[in-house]
């Protein structure tokens, strides 16, 4: 059923739809120039009136058109206040600099009435002439006079200095002179308070008093670092009292400068000190910093993260003196720590909740600092048994002896289980509601805690994370702490190594468990290692960690379960490894015995079948061959042994189902690897005589593959029987220097070439073609060295680019080519 209109039907609805968008057009436009006419401002009388506002203009007067959009006229780049703000900024600088010119280079010029009536004057009316200019309603033309008058007031105290008391100490008249400004600016801001320049100039100014105080050494002047603090406590003081927010931003700055070169001086005095009296002072004064800091994150919340550093000022200023008390890098650290444990306790006093992160996280970073200062000694206990490889059974113990006794070893597990205590504890911190603060703050929920405020359970787990690990290497490091002898420190270390898998795989999941496993795998590695020291213990320790992992293992359940087996697996080949090495066998020899563990990972997986941890096992297993073959390669003989055991265990593999597409290949390889070295070992200079025997009854056996499959690939039936002969055969003739048997090859090579084109078998065509290929240019090489020989040396280059022009021109053509070649042999079987 044809439903379309007529034309001259479709063009009348046509027109009455573009009538309807037009009156709808026109009302919506109409709409539009009131609302536009509501948000003008009124015009005053005799103004210009203000230009149009860009948008769609009247409908367009052809029937059914649209109005075209029209663009505003272009307005100016810049508005008039920047105009003005640069005008006025161009100004005060070029006075200011044309004052400093007549201060240092016209001064000499007049005498000293002269010279101070002048200053003097122009000083008394750039500063006076902002309150007549402020009246006006001249904000930023005040601001501009106003700083000029700042900058003449500090050249009217240079000129003081140079003319009336140039006799005074520099240092001390500048202390006065800044202290003086600084008065002098902030009396002058308060009168004009709608000025923003002269109070944050008067802060600025205040910063040098004291310091430069304190530079001239004199008898009352006080150290630098007691100036510093000073100052800014003083600039502390303007932040909490004050309101305008660029003097409080101004002061806030400058007491994190002046404070932060407090804290440093007094941290590398405390630090340099060499007796408690000597650390008495920098003490005191990192902590009046702390005060300082932690009076100020309290009252100003936005900057609360100050109490960190309140906290870690705390902690070095008294543990400074600890640190002069006490022997040894060591004890210091711990007490550092103890510092560090003793902030954290702060946590659960009665303070204003913001200061509780900044104090958590100093008493955090100064336990972290303290562990892995600790750690050194746990690394070098798990890496120390690694010197064993070069000296295997010798029955001297490989752990590390240092120079130290145990005193002074001792505190670095001691900051280890510190450490651990602290994370143990914060993690069943559950937090009790803290008061509010002075200043409103809410009171938080008991079920968030006081140490953890969000994300609570990540960081608990987290936190026992880490105190497992604490401890487990504080455990480690005792045997190099007290001197252990070499039995006892096997046993040592072997205990952790054991009782950590089987935690995990009671466990089953979670971030403990995966800790656990870490630990006890990287301790595993260290004990196996430091157990090669003798014979007796080698042999038990690797036998007890194949044990454990299995018994472990077999607990499990998932990923964990396959790790564990893989791991008893590795266990294993070092076992029969130091069994091969107690039988004293040559490297060639100890191969087979390495066999069995593959064999056994074999048998295993044919137990396990689609188990998840049957695939890993057995490629782990397959590890321990190949580490067979490799000592087995300097003697070709048991080579091609090695080659047909793996082969044998390959074919037994392949009989699963599940394992046979890889397994079956493999399998076919090793054995025809092993009859090329077994060739090879035995100086056959007749390869064919032995792998013709083997090739045609193969090529039986493949046709009849074919026969009852004919979807079978063709090097499945007959890739092994083809290369069983024609590689060896091309290995030997590639080292006849005689012609018939590369003739022979190549007329075989080419009879298999031509029978796989015809069948249309690609594994006949390409071993064919690849054996053809390789036995003609065996024959060719010479001449072609000869031919290269007699050419110039510049004709082999230029054929080479030649033939990549040629290439470049045809590429297109040359991609077809290949994808058709392709496609024919895809096609082939």
Not at 143 to 172: F, K, N
Not at 259 to 274: E, V, W
Not at 617 to 635: D, K, Q, R
Not at 751 to 774: E, F
């Given at each position: ?43 005053a ?11 769609f ?23 008039p ?12 600088i ?16 007049m ?21 007549a ?52 600016w902030?009396?002058y ?8 320049t ?6 600025v100014a ?59 001086i ?8 060499d ?28 900057v609360a ?99 130290s ?44 805690g ?61 971030a ?77 020899r ?50 091609a ?72 690939s ?103 080519d ?12």
């Amino acid at each position: 059923m044809d439903n379309v209109p007529p034309p001259a039907e479709e063009l009348g609805i046509l027109d009455r739809e573009l009538r309807q968008l037009d009156a709808r057009r026109a009302q919506l436009l109409t709409r539009r120039a009131w609302l536009l006419a509501a948000l003008q401002p009124p015009v005053a009388p005799g103004a210009p009136p203000a230009p149009p506002r860009a948008g769609f203009g009247p409908p367009n007067s052809a029937p059914g058109g649209f109005g075209r959009p029209f663009a505003a006229p272009a307005g100016p780049d810049t508005s008039p206040p920047g105009v003005q703000n640069v005008l006025l900024t161009l100004g005060g600088i070029l006075l200011t600099v044309a004052a400093i010119a007549f201060t240092l280079v016209s001064w000499g010029a007049m005498g000293i009435g002269g010279r101070s009536a002048v200053l003097g004057a122009v000083t008394v009316a750039a500063l006076g002439t902002p309150y007549a200019l402020l009246r006006r309603g001249l904000v930023a033309t005040a601001e501009s006079i106003a700083v000029l008058g700042l900058v003449l007031m500090v050249l009217d105290a240079y000129a003081l200095h140079r003319a009336v008391l140039p006799e005074t100490d520099g240092l001390g008249y500048a202390a006065f002179a800044s202290a003086a400004l600084a008065a002098l600016w902030s009396a002058y801001g308060l009168w004009l308070p709608r000025l923003h320049t002269p109070l944050p100039a008067a802060v600025v100014a205040a910063q040098l008093p004291l310091p430069l105080w304190a530079l001239t050494a004199g008898a009352g002047a006080p150290p630098m670092e007691w100036a510093l603090l000073l100052t800014a406590a003083l600039d502390v003081a303007v932040v909490v009292w004050t309101r305008p927010v660029p003097v409080r931003v101004t002061a806030g700055v400058a007491a994190a400068v002046t404070g932060g070169g407090a804290l440093l001086i007094g941290a590398f005095r405390s630090l340099a000190a060499d007796s408690p009296s000597a650390a008495a002072n920098p003490a005191v004064l990192l902590v009046a910093a702390a005060a300082v800091a932690l009076f100020t994150a309290w009252r100003v919340p936005a900057v609360a993260g100050v109490s960190a550093v309140a906290g870690l000022a705390a902690v070095a200023g008294v543990g400074g003196v600890v640190r002069a008390t006490v022997p040894g890098v060591g004890w210091a650290v711990i007490g550092y720590l103890l510092c560090g444990t003793a902030l954290m306790a702060v946590v659960r006093a009665p303070v204003p909740r913001r200061l509780l992160p900044g104090l958590a996280g100093a008493s955090a970073v100064v336990h972290a600092a303290s562990a892995l200062m600790a750690l050194p000694l746990s690394a070098l206990a798990l890496a120390g048994p690694v010197t064993a490889l070069t000296d295997v059974w010798s029955g001297t113990s490989p752990l590390p002896d240092p120079d130290s006794t145990a005193t002074t070893l001792l505190p670095a597990p001691l900051a280890l289980l510190i450490t651990a205590a602290v994370l143990v504890a914060a993690s069943h911190d559950r937090g009790t509601p803290s008061a509010a603060d002075a200043t409103g703050s809410q009171p938080p929920s008991a079920a968030t805690g006081t140490m953890w405020p969000a994300r609570g359970d990540r960081l608990r787990t987290a936190a026992r994370c880490g105190a497992l690990v604490l401890v487990w290497a504080a455990f480690v490091a005792v045997p190099v702490v007290f001197g252990f002898g070499h039995s006892a420190a096997v046993l040592w270390q072997l205990a952790p190594t054991l009782g950590l898998p089987a935690a995990a795989a009671w466990r089953q999941s979670g971030a403990m468990t995966s800790t656990a496993l870490a630990c006890a795998l990287t301790g595993s590695v260290s004990v196996a290692l430091l157990s090669l020291a003798t014979r007796p213990a080698t042999f038990a320790v690797l036998g007890v960690l194949v044990g454990a992992c299995v018994v472990a293992a077999v607990r499990a359940r998932g990923p964990l379960q396959a790790l564990l087996a893989c791991t008893a697996t590795v266990f294993a080949t070092g076992f029969a490894g130091a069994a091969a090495a107690a039988l004293e066998l040559p490297a060639h020899r100890a191969a087979p015995l390495l066999l069995t563990v593959p064999a056994l990972t074999a048998l295993l997986g044919a137990r396990l079948r689609r188990h998840p941890a049957a695939l890993p096992v057995e490629v782990t297993g397959s590890g321990a061959a190949l580490v067979a073959l490799l000592l087995a390669a300097g003697h070709l003989p048991t080579l091609a042994l090695v080659l047909a055991l793996c082969g044998v265990i390959a074919a037994g593999t392949a009989v699963r189902a599940e394992r046979r597409p890889v397994a079956g290949y493999l399998a076919v390889a090793l054995f025809v690897l092993a009859t090329w070295v077994r060739l090879a070992a035995s100086d056959v200079v007749a390869p064919e005589a032995y792998s013709l025997p083997v090739t045609v009854p193969a090529l039986a056996v493949g046709a009849l593959r074919r026969r009852k499959d004919p979807q079978a690939s063709s090097w499945t039936a007959y890739g092994p029987g083809l290369a069983a002969t024609l590689v060896p055969s091309l290995v030997a003739a590639w080292g006849d220097e005689h012609w018939l048997r590369p003739l022979l090859l190549g007329v075989a090579a080419l009879a298999v070439t031509l029978a796989g084109a015809r069948l249309r078998l690609q594994a006949l065509l390409m071993l064919g073609g690849a054996v053809l290929a390789l036995d003609a240019l065996h024959e060719l090489a010479p001449y072609v060295v000869q031919a290269v020989g007699a050419l110039p040396r510049w004709l082999p280059p230029a054929l080479v680019g030649l033939l990549l022009l040629a290439v470049g021109a045809t590429y297109e053509q040359r991609l077809r080519d290949a994808r058709k070649l392709r496609e024919s042999l895809g096609r082939m079987r």
